[in-house]
């Protein structure tokens, strides 16, 4: 049991909206801006950035590229190429996506900021860009229908994307029947969070769609459990790390346990390559089960995943008695970055 029930209990409670923020999007009305150029870029880290994944996932579904930055600035091609750039951040006082802003503005780029408010809205409402403000009080991690469905939005009307309204109400529908305050995907982690034990949380996704899933499994895990974990994808996976659960001999098979995100519009080589990939390392590392994904739309089909994920960290979270609010490692981080900003010398001290 955990040591703060109340705690879970909050975070519980903000992850059963998911549906209830992508409803939100769906309805969403953008005010018109002029007639976008260049690639879209997405700048945005966290579980503000992982918005941008989504969207890279959903438009290559439809045969389209965007493109995302998880960085400081803007990336090396930026000034010759022009893109449209969106920076997203929830609190709007993120270092990196505020660095992003500042250099698309300072290149004349046309600008889209996605925020609850912070610097980041007051500096774009000041220079006239468009703003999206998203509400606010909840935990960025726990806030990405918010982010997501206006990105969405916004890509659209950039031209990137399809209109996403039909698939964010099905997302909406699929996130409430999974982890919605009724849900019925809650027995499911229960037993997943449980068959994984005090193990490594390992996540197998697949190109093109269920590795951005599998990012968000592995950093739910971290963040909401306290535990370690890594993600992979298919079939890139097979010709490196299956190798590697040889040695420490017998170690991965204790201490480390796999859950698979499957989808039914897989490609047939990387189906086959999970189940030979399973069979030849069973007996290295512990398979813990398979999540496959509901729903019609890349978008459905990828929030089915989300909401599941959500629920299993939480569970791993209840049965380790871990704070899945607190982050005090990374509050802590960006305490000794502002100190070590204002105490910087001037020059190098080391080699």
Same mark, same amino acid.
């Given at each position: ?33 002029? %007639?976008?150029?260049?690639? !879209?870029?997405?700048?945005?880290? =966290?579980? *503000? ?20 930055? %998880?960085?400081?600035? !803007? ?27 500042? +250099? ?11 925020? *609850? ?19 606010? &009080? ?8 918010? =982010? ?13 994307? *399809? ?14 029947? !999974?982890? &919605?305050?009724? &849900? ?47 993600? *992979? ?49 069973? @007996? ?43 982050? @005090? ?6 305490? +000794?970055? @502002? ?13």
């Amino acid at each position: 049991m955990t040591k703060s029930p109340s705690r879970l209990a909050e975070m519980r409670f903000q992850m059963t909206a998911l549906g209830a923020q992508l409803r939100w999007g769906a309805n969403l009305q953008l005010e018109s801006v002029r %007639k976008r150029e260049g690639e !879209l870029l997405v700048c945005g880290m =966290g579980g *503000s950035g992982i918005s941008g994944d989504f969207l890279q996932a959903v438009a290559a579904a439809e045969g389209r590229r965007t493109t995302v930055h %998880k960085h400081y600035g !803007l990336p090396g091609w930026a000034p010759s190429l022009r893109p449209s750039v969106v920076v997203v951040s929830y609190s709007g006082n993120t270092a990196e996506t505020l660095s992003s802003w500042e +250099e698309a503005r300072k290149l004349g780029l046309q600008v889209t900021a996605i925020t *609850s408010g912070g610097e980041l809205a007051e500096m774009a409402a000041l220079a006239g860009d468009q703003l999206v403000v998203i509400p606010g &009080g909840y935990q960025p991690r726990s806030a990405l229908g918010f =982010g997501l469905s206006a990105l969405l939005r916004v890509a659209a009307q950039a031209g990137a994307i *399809s209109d996403p309204q039909p698939s964010l109400e099905e997302a909406a529908h699929l996130a409430d029947n !999974l982890s &919605g305050p009724k &849900g019925e995907g809650i027995g499911f982690a229960s037993e997943l969070a449980s068959a994984m034990g005090g193990r490594m949380v390992g996540v197998y996704g697949s190109v093109p769609l269920t590795q951005v899933a599998a990012y968000r499994w592995k950093t739910q895990t971290n963040e909401n459990a306290k535990r370690s974990a890594f993600w *992979s994808v298919l079939p890139e996976t097979t010709h490196n790390e299956i190798v590697g659960w040889d040695l420490p001999q017998g170690l991965a098979r204790r201490r480390v346990g796999i859950v698979a995100l499957r989808d039914r519009d897989e490609h047939p080589g990387v189906s086959r390559r999970f189940e030979v990939l399973e069979k030849l390392t069973a @007996d290295r590392v512990t398979w813990v089960g398979e999540v496959w994904t509901q729903g019609f739309s890349p978008l459905g089909r990828l929030i089915s995943l989300v909401a599941m994920g959500d629920l299993f960290s939480l569970e791993l979270a209840r049965n380790c008695g871990a704070d899945p609010m607190a982050v @005090d490692l990374i509050d802590r981080l960006k305490e +000794e970055m @502002d100190t070590s900003a204002d105490s910087a010398p001037e020059e190098p001290s080391g080699f």
